[in-house]
């Protein structure tokens, strides 16, 4: 039988609960997983909201990407809880000082939101498919269009401003939803590598880059499958968004980190025997010098050159996921480290991902992979791309 | 003051049965010990688990509990560990502890403490089991500067971060000020363990849920002492009504200069403590 809880080795003094870590990959997973939803909902509203053209090739992908990664976002905390089953006792009664205690609504709220939205924004499609063919799938569609098959001008003006409403909406929802998330870490007293004020901030930040960025690799990854050329101003654009907020990001991470160290208050010591011990490989070697520092360069140089082309494309698709890599490392740097670092100061512990098991590996990575396979599935019901893909925004 | 009385009756109890040897405590007084352990053991028969908890009549507005540790009398000998371990049912690993013991030792020419508890491998080795509650004499060939014992567990703190970010409000703070878990309601995700600056919760994977110290909150309602306290052969622990002023608690915190652990977290910890050193984490 496999036994109930695995004991952490640690070094020096921590105290004797702490030998078992509560928060595991999936937890990694978790703000992973919400930061690429806000991400990609950020590109959507540059075409909806703020009526950049040059995302227009992108922006029902992005929607579409947002909503199929967003489908998975509870399922790592459920998976997590001891008693899932009464998973709705917070939604039911929530107890308001807990930054948790949000999560059910404001979580409900934005997938309200973003269902509606893409609803909107694929209702002629649905229309189109349920009066043109017949059989099962057209049915689907008749259903989907909830019996509306009003495609006027004036429908369609109606439905643009509805989906400009909700894409100004979701901002603010998308990004509370994730900045939220930081505030959960960053809100405990109890460790100070959460400890933080600009743990949402960062949170924040990176979730954007990690959004633009895997936006990136798949707008090519299906222009790819495709077989069609990829459109470089929006690729170019989405490069641009990730070259800027990547740039914010890392300053903020080094703030955050600076503050830390600088302040020094107890514990430091141990803190700077993690970063400058278990540490050295995940945070300064592949969050900041390849996942954050390189694509900053690699994007810098595209940029100052005028670089265009296949260049272009693969330098942009290298530096997105770099990005992503990086984004991943940061949760897990975030997540795992404020736990292997003990609550006594004097200890640290070393987490160890177990296989399989309901918060292991194999898990983790079933969960990253189900968004990307809903997407796959979600493309072909709700082709995002076209000629007259995205409404035009409405002003 | 009814509390006061209860305590003492529960320590004498206790003092029976390790000498069912009363005889030679005299005839007078061994009557009167068999008098107390009668009535102690007729009300605290179902301890833990039984039917009688919440307590009939029991008012919670009335009482203040507060608990005292005196760390110069602590000896280390991990009793109150294994009481409350077969009192709460915690599970008996190394790994779960509603209370434990830390141990600080300076040796000659290091600056800082080398601190262990139950759960370090070398303690666990020196018994043979997790089960075995003792320290490993590690430090006899060493030369030892200065060593003592620092009991833990929850500080059923005034304001528990705990409690704070608690999603579902299963665990809350009573009137009388205990911390408790509704063990019926609670998600078990396990963001109280986090939260508490001190290490006192743990995550009951048997249950699913969130578990800590309640100062044996089952049997405190009844005007008994909490396990830990009740078993304490150096009266190193504690235990009392902050209300009545000739509690032992009350007392302890008169008669001594107390401090509480972390107050700079603002949690406002209820666990006083006497004989500490700065090192203490």
């Given at each position: 039988?496999?036994?109930?809880f695995?004991a952490?080795?640690?070094?020096?003094?921590?105290y004797p609960?702490?030998?078992?870590?509560?928060?595991?990959v999936?937890?990694v997973?978790?703000?992973?997983?919400t930061?690429?939803?806000a991400?990609?909902?950020?590109v959507?509203?540059?075409?909806?909201?703020?009526?950049i053209?040059?995302f227009?090739?992108?922006?029902?992908?992005?929607?579409?990407?947002?909503?199929?990664?967003?489908?998975?976002?509870?399922?790592p905390?459920l998976?997590?809880?001891?008693?899932?089953?009464?998973?709705?006792?917070?939604?039911?009664?929530p107890?308001?000082?807990?930054a948790?205690?949000?999560?059910?609504?404001?979580?409900?709220?934005y997938?309200?939101l973003?269902v509606?939205e893409?609803?909107?924004?694929?209702?002629?499609?649905?229309?189109?498919?349920?009066?043109?063919?017949?059989?099962?799938l057209?049915?689907l569609?008749?259903?989907?269009?909830?019996?509306?098959y009003?495609?006027?001008?004036?429908?369609m003006s109606?439905?643009?401003?509805?989906?400009?409403?909700?894409?100004?909406?979701?901002?603010?929802?998308?990004?509370?939803?994730?900045?939220?998330?930081?505030?959960?870490?960053?809100s405990?007293?109890?460790?100070?590598?959460?400890?933080?004020?600009l743990?949402?901030?960062?949170f924040?930040?990176?979730?954007i880059?990690?959004?633009v960025?895997l936006l990136?690799v798949?707008?090519?990854?299906?222009?790819k499958?495709r077989?069609?050329?990829?459109?470089?101003?929006c690729?170019?654009?989405?490069?641009?968004?990730?070259w800027g907020?990547?740039?914010?990001?890392?300053?903020?991470?080094?703030?955050?980190?600076?503050?830390i160290?600088y302040?020094?208050r107890?514990?430091?010591e141990?803190?700077?025997?993690y970063?400058?011990?278990p540490?050295v490989?995940?945070?300064?070697v592949?969050?900041?010098?390849?996942?954050?520092?390189t694509?900053?360069?690699?994007?810098?140089?595209?940029?100052w050159?005028?670089t265009?082309g296949?260049?272009?494309?693969?330098?942009?698709?290298?530096?997105?996921?770099?990005v992503?890599?990086s984004?991943?490392?940061m949760?897990?740097?975030?997540?795992?480290?404020?736990?292997?670092?003990?609550k006594t100061?004097?200890?640290?512990l070393?987490y160890h991902?177990l296989?399989?098991?309901?918060?292991?590996?194999?898990?983790?990575?079933?969960?990253?992979?189900a968004?990307?396979?809903?997407?796959?599935v979600?493309?072909?019901l709700?082709?995002?791309?076209?000629?007259n893909?995205?409404?035009?925004?409405?002003? | 003051?009814?509390d006061?009385?209860?305590?003492?009756?529960a320590?004498?109890?206790?003092l029976g049965?390790l000498g069912g040897?009363a005889?030679?405590?005299?005839?007078?007084?061994g009557?009167?010990?068999?008098?107390?352990?009668?009535?102690?053991?007729?009300?605290?028969?179902?301890?833990?688990g039984?039917?009688s908890?919440?307590t009939?009549?029991?008012?919670?507005?009335q009482?203040?509990?507060?608990?005292?540790i005196?760390?110069?009398?602590?000896?280390?000998?991990?009793?109150?560990?294994?009481?409350?371990?077969?009192?709460?049912?915690v599970?008996?690993d190394?790994?779960?502890?509603?209370?434990?013991?830390?141990r600080?030792?300076?040796?000659?020419g290091?600056?800082?403490?080398?601190?262990d508890?139950?759960h370090d491998?070398?303690?666990?080795?020196?018994?043979?089991?997790?089960r075995?509650?003792r320290?490993?004499?590690?430090y006899?060939?060493?030369?030892?500067?200065?060593?003592?014992f620092?009991?833990k567990m929850?500080?059923?703190?005034?304001?528990?971060?705990?409690?704070?970010?608690?999603?579902?409000?299963?665990?809350y703070?009573?009137?009388?000020?205990?911390?408790?878990?509704?063990?019926e309601y609670?998600?078990?995700?396990?963001y109280?363990?986090?939260?508490?600056p001190?290490?006192?919760r743990?995550f009951?994977?048997?249950?699913?849920?969130?578990d800590?110290?309640?100062?044996?909150y089952?049997?405190?309602?009844k005007?008994?002492?909490?396990?830990?306290?009740?078993?304490?052969?150096?009266?190193a622990?504690?235990?009392?009504?902050?209300?009545?002023?000739?509690?032992?608690?009350?007392?302890?915190?008169r008669?001594?200069r107390t401090?509480?652990l972390?107050p700079?977290?603002g949690?406002a910890?209820?666990?006083?403590?006497?004989?500490?050193?700065?090192?203490?984490v």
């Amino acid at each position: 039988m496999e036994p109930l809880f695995h004991a952490a080795p640690f070094i020096g003094y921590v105290y004797p609960n702490e030998t078992i870590i509560p928060w595991t990959v999936l937890i990694v997973v978790y703000p992973y997983l919400t930061g690429l939803v806000a991400g990609a909902f950020t590109v959507s509203s540059l075409y909806h909201v703020f009526g950049i053209e040059r995302f227009k090739p992108a922006a029902r992908f992005a929607l579409l990407t947002s909503l199929c990664f967003m489908i998975f976002v509870p399922l790592p905390l459920l998976l997590h809880l001891g008693r899932p089953e009464r998973a709705f006792n917070s939604t039911i009664t929530p107890h308001w000082t807990s930054a948790m205690a949000a999560f059910g609504y404001a979580a409900s709220f934005y997938m309200g939101l973003l269902v509606l939205e893409t609803w909107f924004a694929f209702r002629p499609h649905f229309v189109e498919q349920a009066q043109k063919g017949r059989g099962l799938l057209a049915r689907l569609y008749g259903v989907l269009t909830l019996g509306s098959y009003d495609l006027s001008e004036n429908a369609m003006s109606h439905d643009r401003k509805w989906i400009f409403a909700l894409a100004a909406i979701g901002i603010p929802a998308a990004h509370g939803l994730h900045g939220y998330v930081g505030f959960i870490f960053g809100s405990l007293k109890s460790r100070e590598w959460w400890s933080s004020d600009l743990m949402p901030v960062v949170f924040l930040f990176s979730a954007i880059i990690s959004g633009v960025a895997l936006l990136i690799v798949l707008f090519v990854a299906s222009c790819k499958l495709r077989k069609i050329p990829v459109d470089l101003p929006c690729l170019k654009g989405m490069a641009y968004t990730l070259w800027g907020f990547a740039m914010l990001t890392i300053v903020l991470e080094g703030l955050e980190f600076a503050n830390i160290v600088y302040k020094g208050r107890e514990g430091i010591e141990m803190i700077l025997e993690y970063v400058t011990g278990p540490l050295v490989i995940p945070f300064f070697v592949i969050q900041f010098g390849i996942g954050a520092v390189t694509p900053i360069l690699i994007l810098s140089y595209l940029i100052w050159r005028g670089t265009t082309g296949k260049t272009l494309i693969t330098g942009v698709t290298i530096s997105a996921l770099l990005v992503l890599l990086s984004v991943f490392m940061m949760r897990w740097n975030v997540v795992i480290g404020g736990q292997e670092i003990a609550k006594t100061g004097k200890g640290l512990l070393s987490y160890h991902m177990l296989i399989f098991h309901r918060e292991g590996l194999v898990v983790a990575a079933a969960l990253m992979a189900a968004p990307l396979i809903t997407l796959a599935v979600a493309v072909r019901l709700l082709p995002p791309w076209g000629e007259n893909s995205a409404p035009s925004p409405s002003h | 003051m009814s509390d006061s009385i209860s305590a003492l009756k529960a320590r004498r109890a206790f003092l029976g049965k390790l000498g069912g040897a009363a005889a030679c405590a005299g005839a007078v007084a061994g009557a009167g010990a068999l008098g107390v352990m009668q009535e102690v053991d007729a009300k605290g028969a179902p301890a833990a688990g039984g039917g009688s908890f919440p307590t009939p009549d029991y008012d919670w507005t009335q009482h203040q509990w507060g608990y005292g540790i005196d760390a110069t009398k602590c000896i280390g000998c991990l009793r109150c560990v294994e009481a409350c371990k077969k009192e709460n049912d915690v599970p008996g690993d190394a790994h779960h502890f509603r209370t434990w013991v830390e141990r600080y030792v300076y040796l000659e020419g290091e600056d800082s403490p080398r601190i262990d508890s139950h759960h370090d491998p070398v303690n666990i080795a020196a018994s043979g089991s997790e089960r075995e509650y003792r320290f490993a004499n590690r430090y006899k060939d060493a030369k030892v500067e200065k060593a003592f014992f620092v009991p833990k567990m929850c500080n059923q703190c005034t304001h528990p971060a705990c409690v704070q970010c608690c999603p579902t409000g299963a665990t809350y703070k009573t009137k009388d000020g205990v911390v408790l878990i509704d063990h019926e309601y609670c998600i078990g995700c396990a963001y109280c363990v986090q939260a508490c600056p001190y290490g006192a919760r743990f995550f009951n994977e048997s249950k699913g849920v969130s578990d800590k110290c309640t100062w044996c909150y089952h049997r405190i309602t009844k005007g008994l002492q909490p396990a830990c306290v009740e078993v304490c052969p150096v009266g190193a622990r504690v235990f009392g009504d902050l209300k009545d002023k000739q509690s032992p608690i009350s007392q302890f915190i008169r008669n001594n200069r107390t401090r509480v652990l972390k107050p700079e977290t603002g949690n406002a910890p209820n666990v006083y403590y006497v004989g500490l050193d700065k090192d203490v984490v």
